[in-house]
């Protein structure tokens, strides 16, 4: 059996069970169908999990990039690996923060310069650039980075929501931000349609 009966809310239960039993005490003049929407309805109810908020002392485990001098981050369960930036292909007609395109073991990756996608100051392409290849199983890109700092577990009660100041087309790609720099929300990152390149250009 998953999960600890230390965190089961059983007063909650009790109380989700005791407002089935008042529903189903229903009169003579109720619809035959009506304990059968009443038991959908609780059953849809008892499945939801118990929204408690983060967990205390819980962790994020991220990898940390410098880019324009700033230091961002994405959880390390969406970076598969990371490579060198050996070669890049512009391609006509796409958007400036789709930098391109490039072939790593003979798959061809879109590659993101997330100085365009965020509005950052640009400093150009350098010898220390590198590509952290983001994938959540089903969608897979590339994005740009100067430098790769390291990895590190952060508590999640150290990190906070985005500033309203950052309110804009930035703000939509930081989950969190904590003392040392930005946390990237790679999920709506490779879920972003404009971010989509054929990869069967070139």
């Known amino acids: 059996m998953s999960g600890t009966l230390g965190d089961t809310d059983w007063d909650a239960i009790r109380a989700r069970i005791e407002a089935l039993k008042t529903a189903l005490d229903h009169g003579p003049g109720a619809s035959p169908a009506?304990?059968?929407?009443?038991?959908?309805?609780r059953a849809r109810e008892l499945a939801k999990p118990l929204d408690s908020g983060p967990i205390e002392g819980q962790c994020m485990?991220?990898?940390e990039f410098s880019l324009a001098a700033s230091v961002?981050?994405?959880?390390?369960?969406?970076?598969?690996?990371?490579?060198?930036?050996?070669?890049?292909?512009?391609?006509?007609?796409?958007?400036?923060?789709?930098?391109?395109?490039?072939?790593?073991?003979?798959?061809?990756?879109?590659?993101?310069?997330?100085?365009?996608l965020l509005k950052v100051p640009s400093r150009g392409l350098g010898e220390l650039n590198r590509i952290l290849i983001l994938s959540d199983g089903v969608m897979e890109l590339g994005i740009l980075a100067d430098r790769i700092l390291g990895t590190r577990s952060i508590p999640y009660q150290d990190t906070r929501p985005p500033l309203q100041a950052l309110a804009g087309s930035a703000a939509g790609?930081?989950?969190?931000i904590h003392s040392g720099g930005f946390i990237l929300d790679a999920a709506k990152i490779l879920g972003d349609e404009a971010l989509v390149v054929n990869d069967e250009l070139g």
Do not use: W
């Not at 009506?34 to 309805?41: T, V, W």
């Open 34 to 41: 009506e304990p059968d929407r009443i038991l959908q309805e």
């Open 61 to 63: 485990n991220i990898i």
């Open 72 to 116: 961002y981050a994405m959880e390390c369960r969406f970076v598969r690996e990371v490579h060198p930036l050996k070669n890049l292909t512009s391609l006509p007609g796409i958007p400036s923060f789709i930098a391109g395109i490039t072939n790593i073991r003979g798959h061809v990756l879109a590659l993101v310069d997330l100085r365009e």
């Open 173 to 176: 790609y930081i989950a969190r």
